[in-house]
């Protein structure tokens, strides 16, 4: 209690006030204050109580010794720096207070009734599922896929290559997408020895998935579409490496008996570019085991 008399009375020395009981102290506070909030406390009621309780005290009670302890012992400075102590000081507790309000205004938003709405757990999921189909032939032979390689795709279609025995052959519809995803369909395809057919287009992450095909066919009007990976993400992933991913991809063609000049051309057109080679050439590459005289 003495320390905290002392404080309030100004009798520490300016320095230690200033740098300990009011900057310190309050980023301590600041600190602090998350603990009042989800997810530490989830329910809304509860955490508006703890969250104003925390304000009065911690941000109100606290603060107002902090500051009137600091100003006070400035008034025990003297000599030629006492004018430049005192104005750092009031520099020091406006700086505070400014972070100090901050924090509530945060705390508010982070309270807002939105905030507490039940989110639907199945919605990324759902969201995922959106993006592509996977449809079983009429006679049971083929599955169609079609749309974005999403993550989750891999799989699903194990569940229904699982469930339908009868299937020899993946149909490919895909703008590309997620390159892992991409090359866990075409390792399962591959490792249940599936044949893989485009009637129309298959791009980027689709080709490795119709790369992993037993046999594989193309339709007179088909195109397989090649270009260097990207990122796409809003910051830096420094551990992320593009071109190791490319390679793997490479290794895979060649066990697939790909030929290495085609090998050589997969990965040069730019990620804001497209490479379709012909037909002539994806045969001579052994991309494609045969074009479809019809579909």
Known sequence: MSYIRD????????????CVNLILLRA????ADQYTLPP???????????????????HGLVFVWQATGVIRSTEHQTG?????????TYIAIAACLAFTLLSIFGAYRALAPAKFEPVN????????????????????????????????????LTAQLDQNPTVTGIVLHSEGGHIYEGRGVAYLIRDRGLNTYVFDTCKSACTTAFIGGAKRYLAPKAQ?????????AQFQVPAYDLKG??????????????????????????SSGIWFPSHADLLEAGVVDQVLVTE
Do not use: C
């Open 7 to 18: 404080h309030w009375q100004g009798k520490h020395a300016l320095g230690y006030a200033l």
């Open 224 to 232: 397989l579409g090649f270009h260097q990976y990207r990122l796409d």
């Open 121 to 156: 757990p199945t919605a990324l999921e759902d969201a995922r599922n959106r993006q592509y189909t996977l449809t079983l032939s009429s006679d049971g032979k083929r599955l169609y896929i079609d749309g974005i390689f999403a993550l989750g795709i891999t799989k699903k």
């Open 80 to 88: 030629a720096l006492a004018s430049t102590w005192t104005t750092a």
């Open 245 to 270: 991913e490319q390679e793997k991809e490479l290794k895979f063609f060649r066990q697939q008996g790909i030929s290495e000049a085609f090998l050589a051309q997969v990965f040069l057109a730019p």
């Open 40 to 58: 530490f406390i989830p329910d809304r009621a509860n955490a508006m109580v703890a969250t104003i309780i925390f304000i009065m005290l911690g």
């Open 28 to 31: 301590v506070m600041l600190f």
